[in-house]
């Protein structure tokens, strides 16, 4: 009976974090599609002046990179998601992002940036840093009822013994330290003991999802570093996240600047993917850019087209994960087999090693997560074409 009772439990709390995440999540991505469709039909009603233009197109490119923000958390919290390390600029990082912070804070919030040229490198993964400094700042938005502040800064710190002392995770040596700021709500003992805790919140049910600063402290621990909280009620918070610098690469290995310029072609890329719309969108992009386009809908229609076609195709551009029995990685082989040499772009909105494939065995730039942008998925094109820097397929 005690066991009973104990599963029963562990169910009931399993349902009750599951009932809080997709009530968060549904909010969330709610409010995300919300702003994109209403966006959407204003601009499909016409006679808008260009600046309307450009500010709605905005509003819906932000939108859409909150919606990719927040489906790299559920990945990353999940652990399906691994990390891609690289030498990270973590000032240059905020400032690229200030724009669309400004935009997810509203007028009511003063945002003001302090970031020193002088940070060294972070070894990080891009997305997952983005993340924490989206994170760090909405907790910093929802802690203030009504008009604030919030300053979010970069510099290099010495971390001494006697600081070790005092915050027992600290290291001794040179860090990158971030830091937010805010003049928020505040908080007390009990919320300061809880506050990284999944599902954790003081949000009502449908405000939020409790992972935010779960996932910060989670992010932090990945990249080998630790966090400090200041806070006092009714005054404000400080969050203080340190990073240890990147290890300095030897001038041997330093790669050389890639270019980044898009240009037309006119070679034939046959682009495979299970969703119209995004094939759609590949096709027309590829399209504008000179080239000349075969659409298929998945790999057995690919390889049903292959004999007539395979003499003008020089390059697949194929989804990694389809329905059916056959992956894109499969097809590729298969395509290649018969005609060796021909080169393939990879794209999925999974990583390398969810989508069924060894990330070693694609190149740098022969791969494109989703969600991308047309240049992005253009440069990967035109550098397996020209093969820059010997890239397999």
């Known amino acids: 009976m005690w066991l009973f009772d104990r599963e029963s439990f562990r169910h009931a709390q399993k349902m009750?974090?599951?009932?809080?995440?997709?009530?968060?999540?549904?909010?969330?991505f709610y409010n995300i599609l919300t702003v994109i469709q209403g966006y959407a039909a204003l601009l499909a009603r016409g006679q808008r002046t260009q600046k309307d233009i450009n500010e709605q197109l905005s509003h819906i490119s932000a939108a859409a990179n909150r919606g990719a923000i927040l489906t790299r958390q559920l990945l990353s919290y999940s652990r399906?998601?691994?990390?891609?390390?690289?030498?990270?600029?973590?000032?240059?990082?905020i400032d690229n992002l200030s724009n669309m912070l400004n935009r997810l804070l509203g007028e009511e919030v003063l945002f003001q940036t302090t970031c020193s040229a002088m940070v060294k490198p972070i070894l990080g993964d891009r997305g997952m840093i983005e993340q924490l400094v989206v994170n760090l700042i909405v907790n910093a938005r929802d802690a203030i009822a009504e008009r604030g502040k919030?300053?979010?800064?970069?510099?290099?710190?010495?971390?001494?013994?006697?600081?070790?002392?005092r915050h027992p995770k600290a290291k001794v040596g040179e860090f990158v330290c971030l830091s937010v700021c805010d003049t928020g709500c505040g908080m007390g003992e009990e919320i300061l003991a809880r506050m990284f805790e999944p599902f954790f919140t003081t949000k009502d049910?449908?405000?939020?999802?409790?992972?935010?600063?779960?996932?910060?402290?989670?992010?932090?621990?990945?990249?080998?570093?630790?966090?400090?909280?200041?806070?006092?009620?009714?005054v404000g918070t400080e969050f203080k996240v340190y990073f240890p610098c990147a290890p300095s690469i030897p001038a041997h290995k330093q790669r050389k600047p890639h270019a980044t310029c898009i240009s037309a072609g006119n070679e034939?890329?046959?682009?495979?993917?299970?969703e119209a719309q995004l094939r759609g969108l590949a096709a027309y992009t590829l399209k504008f850019?000179?080239?000349?386009?075969?659409?298929?809908?998945?790999?057995?229609?690919?390889l049903a087209l292959w004999p007539e076609k395979s003499s003008v195709v020089d390059l697949v551009l194929t989804d990694m994960v389809m329905p059916g029995t056959m992956s894109g990685g499969e097809m590729a082989e298969k395509l290649r087999h018969a005609k060796p040499g021909l080169k393939v772009v990879y794209t999925s909105g999974y990583s390398a090693v969810r989508a069924g494939q060894e990330p070693a065995i694609w190149g740098e730039r022969n791969f494109v997560a989703k969600p991308y942008l047309p240049d992005a998925l253009v440069q990967a094109v035109q550098d397996s074409l020209a093969n820059r820097g010997q890239i397999p397929g």
């Open 16 to 28: 009750e974090a599951m009932g809080r995440l997709t009530a968060g999540v549904a909010h969330d």
């Open 289 to 302: 850019h000179g080239y000349h386009v075969i659409e298929a809908e998945g790999p057995a229609q690919a």
């Open 268 to 274: 034939t890329i046959l682009v495979v993917e299970d």
């Open 205 to 234: 049910p449908d405000k939020g999802t409790g992972l935010g600063l779960a996932m910060v402290l989670g992010i932090i621990e990945q990249h080998s570093g630790w966090i400090e909280v200041r806070s006092q009620v009714g």
């Open 80 to 93: 399906r998601d691994p990390l891609q390390f690289e030498p990270l600029d973590l000032s240059g990082l």
């Open 150 to 165: 919030i300053a979010i800064a970069t510099d290099m710190i010495q971390i001494t013994k006697t600081h070790v002392e």
